[in-house]
């Protein structure tokens, strides 16, 4: 997902929904697992908060807040990267990150990318007598 926020905006808090499976990009095909929520502060620090639904968990998460035009489109390259998440519901980037300032007309562009596990916590049949 990508938007173009401006500071004002990030202030007053934007969101999203977080899908996984969106084959070909065909939301039709996705699956809802969550939301972000990014926010800045007075300072213009921006933080994205991740919050998935039961039974999904975080995995990795990826934020990138540069200037238009986009120049790298993996999300290993974005400026925030945190893999290796054990299975949490919820994540915040733990130092926010500088909102851009853009030259020539250019804007502010917001991506936010995660992976996702699906927590399933099953049942074992009891023990038999023998």
Known sequence: MVRNPTVSELQG???GPLYVGKSGNDITK???VGIWVATANA???VTVTYLL????TLAEVHVNLVCL?????A???YTFNAGAIPNLPTFSNPTPLVYPTCAGGSKAALAVHAAVNVVKVGSCEPPKAS
Request: charged share 15%.
């Open 13 to 15: 808090g934007i969101s």
């Open 30 to 32: 996705a699956v809802d």
């Open 43 to 45: 300072q213009g620090r």
């Open 53 to 56: 639904n039961p039974p999904y």
């Open 69 to 73: 035009p986009l120049t790298k489109c």
């Open 75 to 77: 999300p290993g390259q």
